[in-house]
């Protein structure tokens, strides 16, 4: 253990360095500033950026509350530099996992922190961001380049999530909040509630002691539906019904030969003419319908006691519970290969789409049409319903002190714990058409939406459909925790280095993961799988208490199907019902699912870390900054179940792995008054993003079969980048300025899957009559590996003003805006070539635009946000499976109004344009398509509350 190191390491040391709600004054001491109204959080936010050492962005406890948005995500958008993704009509993280922002073009690479402390969501190093609520948050810092003093984590940079503590209130606060939520796509009102109690007592002998308490509830209900459509080529060839070919087709229904307007469509061969292929892409398309709820809960509390004004001793713990659930709808179509009044248009689908142009010679074109449309004769479809729950709990506590030792020493130490736990449950059933059943589908893939109709036996009437199968095709459970001991020193000095700030930090992070996911249970009459004669199959009629209707206007009635179609209630699927109802199916029983042993595994990462730092003004001050260096040593432990057959005999054992790392990570950050309102910075650092907890763990599996396998990695580094930052800023009021701020981070260490031939010491020498290109018994293993390096670079534009300057009631109003242009260099291996794609989630462009008003107890915004086309989830191995976000943008606005000194309306509407993020095959630059993947219809979200502060 490393806490013998760390007792020594204190003896030198010293206290977190608390990211409090604070602007450093030019001469280096601590101004608080009181926000009060939108021109006051204006001025807040200029006082930050100016007087930081540091490149950091601010958003006030009155920006907060005052935006049009629901949680956190969404907010840190309208910083310059971050881009949001939006999933079911709000912020969110992709598929729950990270924050779900791109901080300067690295999305997954930001290091969460609550009031400086390292916080985390089971499962992950980053805090799920869009389980917070503004509500309960005094300000938000991002620092898009840290100091030596934060604790390290993130490349992309450091999101501080500031709470209240009673010091920062007056004597006495008494406030509560009710809101109503409105989707117009749900048509349901869901409510928020927040509470708040501060109070400061003066004590004898002149100490304070101070008690916060504050609690919230917020709960959102809304839809989203798409029409998500296959990927890929999917190249055919179109031979018409009366050809002598169409004749010679087995697969081909006969009773069509002779017409013109039917065609068969055919797998392309070697040898096809370019001009006689066809790519189906997007053809495929389904309905899919979500119900997306989201209940947010938390609480925070804090004490704080002053003996005297040179000591405080601090209590604060934080609990914050989020809820993702989603009742779906799906009717997952299986187009047939007979197709009537077929439609194409010229497009070329060229090898560099298909496969990156492997064979590294001329961009060929494969094929030189693209279908638009026909009807799908003799069709079908399933019809799958599903609910996932997704519960969160994160629990934070801490205590600590602050002590003014002496007029020139300060010493901070604080100590936290967090506990985190997720479960994801997903459980389905699916319907199958009655045997016989068949239904021709109508496409135009012109449109957005692409157009479908469905004509045959009715698709709402469950006599025509059987029960197929139950699934718990993702349950699993995350149970992680930690704790950290950090003590800091700030020892003034006299001279060109004016402070010196030096600290240490012991902190472990616990994870496991366990999984009890299964699926496949048949629902027929004998517990076996349906027949293809449906001779054992159940009627979906006979359970008509386990069904509904899908709603009735998919996609807002946009295109000619509108829904209504048969599927199990999701609402019956986490309780025992389907079980009940179908004894022979072999569900298991809430609460003693089997657990899947060999996807079990256990993490657990100790670390120590020290710093120093030393703050240098020049004796007028035009010259001032901080040049410092972090230490850490890292130490992990991970454990993994594998199956072991190298004794002849396959058994269940654990597989255990260590490492250790030593990270060098200097800083210097340099602020030049070029004038009294003109600002130059220039910011170095190096910083690091370590592996998730399970990308490190030790598993290994291979099949026996195909001399092919798959494992964990130990040994992955953590993501190295080297960051620049010079900016130029003109302050021309307290609350207005502009700047420019250009960046770069050289990053090393990106991660590729690589295949290499192993000796397996778990399984016996491959003898398989399959070439696996190894030999001696080796297997070929697939691992994730440290490789290439890349880069994120990029200019950022940022202003703000209210037009004081004006006349009249044009004095009233303001405008603030940011613009950022990235570019990223991702290197990925494929097909044994190195090639340079754009991270994930990253928009080369994005800005925002707000206009203001504020005249006494009036003020209102109006904001739009907009984002170019970015790559969604990751890169895929081709382009031609690849799926990317096509540019939107979205239109939000609130207005305040104080009805007295002590209440407050609030009006809020978000996504007026009722946009969303469509999905399209392919990636953007040069491989963009305009076939669309999955368009999506969110509806908008309205919102009216009061609030009451006493």
């Known amino acids: 253990m490393k806490l013998n190191k760390l007792v020594v390491a204190l003896a030198a040391a010293g206290a977190v360095t608390s990211l409090s709600p604070v602007v450093l004054a030019q001469n280096g001491a601590i101004e608080e500033v009181v926000v009060s109204g939108i021109r006051s959080s204006l001025e807040t936010s200029a006082a930050i950026k100016r007087n930081s050492g540091e490149v950091v962005e601010s958003i006030t406890a009155e920006d907060v509350g005052k935006l049009p948005d629901p949680n956190v995500a969404e907010t840190l ?11 079911g009509g709000e912020g969110a993280s992709p598929v729950g996992e990270g924050s779900g922002l791109t901080v300067r073009g690295l999305s997954g690479q930001t290091a969460s922190r609550l009031n400086g402390r390292t916080y985390f969501t089971a499962g992950g190093r980053e805090f799920n961001i869009e389980s917070a609520i503004p509500g309960m948050i005094a300000g938000i810092d991002v620092f898009k380049n840290p100091s030596a003093k934060h604790v390290e984590g993130g490349i992309g940079g450091l999101i501080n999530i500031r709470t209240r503590r009673p010091f920062d209130l007056d004597e006495r606060v008494i406030s509560g909040s009710a809101t109503a939520r409105y989707n117009d796509f749900v048509g349901e009102v869901k409510p928020e509630v927040f509470g708040l109690y501060s109070e400061r007592w003066d004590l004898e002998g002149g100490g304070e002691l101070g008690f916060l308490f504050a609690g919230t509830q917020q709960k959102s209900h809304n839809r989203s539906d798409s029409t998500p459509s296959n990927t890929g080529a999917s190249l055919r060839r179109a031979v018409r019904a009366d050809s002598a070919e169409y004749a010679g087709l087995s697969a081909a229904d006969q009773s069509y030969a002779g017409r013109t307007d039917i065609w068969r469509l055919v797998d392309a061969k070697a040898g096809d003419n370019p001009s006689d292929l066809i790519a189906t892409t997007s053809q495929n398309a389904h309905v899919f319908q979500e119900d997306i709820k989201r209940d947010r809960r938390g609480f925070n509390t804090a004490v704080q006691w002053a003996p005297h004004d040179d000591f405080e001793l601090y209590v604060e713990g934080n609990y914050n519970y989020y809820k993702y659930e989603q009742d779906y709808r799906f009717l997952i179509m299986s187009d047939s290969r007979t197709v009537q009044d077929l439609q194409t248009e010229l497009f070329d689908t060229t090898e560099a789409w298909v496969d990156r142009n492997a064979n590294g010679g001329e961009n060929e074109v494969l094929a030189q049409h693209a279908l638009t449309s026909g009807t799908f004769l003799d069709s079908t479809f399933n019809a799958q319903s599903g609910k996932e729950d997704r519960p969160y709990e994160t629990w934070l506590v801490a205590t600590g002190f602050d002590w003014n030792v002496s007029d020139r020493l300060n010493v901070k130490t604080d100590i936290s714990y967090v506990k985190a736990d997720q479960t994801q449950d997903n459980r389905s059933v699916t319907l199958r058409p009655k045997a016989g059943n068949t239904w021709d589908i109508t496409r135009n893939l012109k449109g957005s939406p692409h157009n479908i109709s469905i004509a045959g036996p009715s698709v709402a009437d469950a006599g025509n459909f059987v029960f197929f199968d139950y699934g718990n095709g993702t349950n699993q459970v995350f149970d992680d925790s930690g704790y950290a001991i950090q003590t800091d020193f700030e020892y003034k000095l006299d001279g060109f280095f004016n402070a010196l700030l030096f600290g240490a930090r012991f902190a472990t992070q616990e994870s496991n993961y366990h999984n009890y996911s299964y699926g496949g249970r048949a629902l027929t009459t004998d517990g076996l799988p349906l027949r293809a004669d449906q001779s054992n199959a159940i009627s979906a009629a006979d359970f008509a208490q386990l069904t509904e209707l899908a709603p009735r206007d998919w996609v807002r009635n946009k295109t000619d199907f509108a829904g209504g179609y048969l599927v199990v209630k999701p609402s019956v699927l986490h309780g025992s019902a389907v079980r009940d109802s179908f004894p022979l199916a072999g569900i298991q029983a809430n609460g003693s699912l089997a657990e899947n042993v060999t996807s079990r595994r256990w993490a657990q990462e100790d670390t120590l870390a020290a ?16 040049i410092g260096v972090r230490v850490i040593d890292a130490d992990v432990s991970t454990r993994a179940m594998v199956i072991d057959a190298s004794g002849g005999t396959s058994q269940i054992v654990a597989q255990n792995a260590s490492t250790s790392n030593v990270d060098v990570l200097p800083s210097l950050n340099i602020t030049i008054d070029l004038q009294d309102d003109l600002l130059l910075r220039f910011g170095y650092s190096k910083g690091i993003t370590r592996p998730n907890l399970g990308a490190i763990s030790p598993t290994i599996s291979v099949d026996q079969t195909t001399g092919k396998g798959g494992a964990g990695n130990p040994n992955l580094k953590p993501l190295e980048a080297d960051s620049y930052d010079i900016s130029l800023e003109r302050y021309f009021s307290p609350t207005s300025y502009a700047a420019i701020a250009v960046f770069n981070k050289d990053i090393d260490g990106f991660i590729n899957s690589v295949e290499s031939c192993e000796t397996v010491s778990i399984a016996p020498a491959y003898t398989g009559v399959i070439d696996n290109y190894c030999s001696g018994g080796q297997y070929m293993i697939s691992r994730q590996m440290n490789s290439e390096s890349g880069y994120a670079r990029g200019v950022e534009l940022s202003a703000q003003t209210f037009f004081d300057f004006l006349p009249g009631i044009w004095s009233n109003f303001g405008v603030s805006g940011s613009y950022t242009h990235v570019k990223t260099e991702n290197p990925i291996l494929r097909e044994g070539r190195i090639v340079n794609v754009p991270q994930a989630f990253q928009s080369d462009d994005s800005y925002s635009v707000a206009g203001m008003y504020e005249n006494g107890g009036l003020s209102a915004r109006v904001v739009y946000t907009w984002r170019s086309d970015f790559i969604l989830f990751g890169v895929a191995a081709t382009p031609a499976v690849g799926r990317y976000i096509k540019a939107y943008g979205v239109l939000d606005a609130s207005v305040n109004y104080d009805l007295s000194d002590n209440y407050k309306l609030t009006l809020t509407a978000s996504n007026l344009t ?37």
Not at 77 to 87: A, E, K, S
Not at 930 to 948: E, K, L, P
């Open 77 to 87: 958008t309208r910083i310059p530099g971050v881009q949001g993704y939006r999933y």
């Open 611 to 626: 710093y120093v730092m030393g703050e240098f003004a020049t004796e007028n001050e035009r010259v001032r900054g901080n």
């Open 914 to 950: 009722d946009s969303a993020p469509s999905r399209y095959v392919g990636e953007p630059g040069a491989v963009t398509t305009g076939f669309q993947n999955q368009y999506y219809v969110n509806g908008r979200n309205f919102s009216v509350g009061i609030s009451a502060s006493f």
